[in-house]
């Protein structure tokens, strides 16, 4: 049971922004947001997590709404090696459960 | 980061055999892996969680007797596909938490297609 929702995909022009939500709108109190992709036929990336502020690394930045129902990764300069499949997921506990995420592809 | 390896990365058998899927953490030790399959188009579904030492604990819905798992020092844990069906042919995945806990680090992936 994914206690994530986000759009099955979405497409973005090479050196744009991506902006990717998520709705995690039952989200509990001890629960982080993590962010992983996967390109075809490979393990999944971790890419970014957080719990209530907005993080940022070399990858990647993750905006929390204040409420935490909500979330957005963002690319910053979007490549075409960055078209893979990006998961949001509410880790509870121990393991990590996947939703379907979202399918970005990155145009010329 | 922490490096997961998983061998092989694809392996093609006969109906009626058993494959065995390994998974290792290369630089630091994991008391609990997790195993999952992916069919094409689809998400990662989470098959069990393996915990060195003692048993594994599988999904609701995973046959513990065609999918045995052995996690029998902290840096290794097994899956094995008994008696595999074409209907096996998947991409299994394995994971194990970073020192913190915090990061799963994901292997590579094992395509398995069984003919």
């Known amino acids: 049971d994914a206690k994530t929702t986000q759009p099955p995909s979405m497409d973005c022009a090479e050196g744009r922004a991506a902006n990717l939500p998520c709705n995690h709108s039952t989200i509990s109190g001890n629960e982080y947001v993590y962010w992983y992709r996967q390109i075809h036929s490979q393990g999944p990336q971790y890419i970014i997590h957080g719990l209530k502020n907005n993080e940022t690394n070399e990858m990647a930045s993750l905006i929390i709404t204040e409420d935490r129902k909500s979330s957005t990764l963002i690319l910053p300069h979007a490549t075409l090696r960055d078209t893979a499949v990006y998961y949001c997921i509410v880790r509870d506990s121990n393991d990590m459960r996947f939703g379907a995420g979202t399918r970005l592809t990155v145009k010329p | 980061g922490a490096v997961v390896s998983q061998h092989p990365s694809w392996v093609i058998c006969k109906s009626g055999t058993s494959v065995k899927i390994e998974c290792r953490s290369l630089d630091f030790q994991a008391t609990t892996m997790f195993w999952y399959r992916q069919f094409p188009k689809q998400s990662l579904m989470l098959m069990a969680t393996?915990?060195?030492?003692?048993?594994?604990?599988?999904e609701q819905g995973v046959e513990k007797d065609k999918f045995l798992i052995n996690h029998a020092s902290l840096t290794l844990s097994t899956l094995t596909v008994t008696s595999a069906h074409p209907e096996d042919s998947s991409f299994y995945i394995c994971s194990a938490p970073g020192v913190s806990g915090e990061k799963l680090f994901f292997g590579s992936g094992t395509q398995l297609s069984v003919l």
């Open positions: 393996s915990n060195e030492g003692s048993k594994a604990t599988y």
